[in-house]
Every structure is written in C-alpha cells, then in structure tokens.
C-alpha cells in the first residue's frame, strides 16, 4: 500500500471516531433534565391527544372478521370459503406478492419495534405495565400493530400462493437480527422516525389495496386498506407529538428531523 492512501485511510478513520463522537455527544444532549421535563409536562397532553386515536380491542377489526372463520362457518362453509379465497388469490400478480411478503415480514418484526418504543428514555414502559400514558400509547399501539402480520400472514397461509416456511424463516431471521436505531434513547429522534415509518406503512399498505383491488382478490385489498386505515391513524398520532415538540421544544425538535430526514 502506498504512503499516501495509507495516509488518506488514516486520515478518513480519524475523522469518522471524530463524527462519531460528535454524533454521541448530539444525542446526549436528548437525555438531559431539560429534555425529560418537556415529555413528562406533555404525559397529560399524551393522554387527551394521542391516547384517543387508538381503538379498544371490542371496537378494532380483527383477523377473523376479514378471513374466513372456521368456528362460525362450520367444517363444510369454513372449507367452501378457504377455496373461494384460493381461487381468488389466483388472481394476484406475482410481483404483488412480492410486495405482500415485504409489508407481512415488516409488520411481524413488531417485536423488535416495540423493544425500540422501550428504549426512549422518559417515554417508555419501564415494567411492562407502566399506567402513565407514554407507556399506555406504546402497549396500546404494539396491540394495534399485532393485528397487522397476523392478517397478512393467515392469507398468505390460506392462498397457498407462497412458499409460507420460507417466509417464516426470515421473520425468524429479521426478529433474532434486531434493529439499530439512531440515537437509541431519545424520545425525539424515536417520535420523528416513527412518524415518517407509520405515513410509510399506510401509502405501503394503501397502494397495495388498490393495486389487488384493480387486479386480484377484493378480500385482500379490504385487508390491506383496512391496515392502511390504522397506519393513518398512527400517523396522525405521532405527527400531533412531533408538532407539539416542535412547538415546546423547536430547537431540539428541529435537529433530532434533521438527523432522522438525512
Ligand atoms: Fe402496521
Ligand atoms: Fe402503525
């Protein structure tokens, strides 16, 4: 290796701990007092504006309304239904099941989602059952979530479209991997990403409903829309949080979007 490159690589590390540095420093600054003061003045304002926009679990759709249901069909209706669903799923291109295993596995890895939410300091549910209204919202939301791949995964299942263990594995891989997220502890950075993640989720799930509604199985697309209907929602809720942050606490705010956005 040449004196020079040998310099420039040295040159580049030094520069890339020095960034680092920087970078840890930066989200330092997310858990001081004052940051902690903020979130817990806006628990109350949590409870009034996000906690409403989840729905209690005998008001939320759930799998079985959308999928045939074996207790209330009957061992002949229940087997009638899952042809019916079969033969439409024929239908559905298979560039469109590539897209539905992408959005099933990245519902399934909830649990690596959840983990993160419990991260962030001053917002998370430090015992598992926290009442304050940060720790609420995450258990309410994950219960929400958790609707989402097992829909997706029981259609799937049903259709006999997809080869299901080989999709199973990578959930399995993508769960036992984990998740690094940036700035792992701030409520700020967590709030701003999830925002972003959730208006994702819902144009994901949006497009594919109206992708298999125009070209496959009408079931299908009423699952997906009604997925991107909860998405909607989340991102409603996570917006209003990023907006009131913005308002209490804007400089903060406003580094923790530029971070999460570049
Ligand atoms: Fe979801
Ligand atoms: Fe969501």
Redesign the pocket.
Known sequence: MGVRRRCRREVNSRAMVVGRREEEEEWRRYLAPERFEVLAHLEPWAEAHMLPLLKPADEAWQPSDLLPDAAALGADGFHQACLDLRARAEGVLDAQLVCLVGNMVTEEALPTYQSMSNRFEATRDATGADGTAWARWIRGWSAE?NRHGDVLSRYMSLSGRLDMRQVERTVHRLIASGMAMHAPASSYHGFVYVAFQ?RA?SISHGNMARQVGAHGDASLARICGAIAA??KR?EAAYSRVVAKLFELDPDATVRAMAYIGT
Do not use: A, L
């Open positions: 979530e959730e989720t909860d998405e989340h």
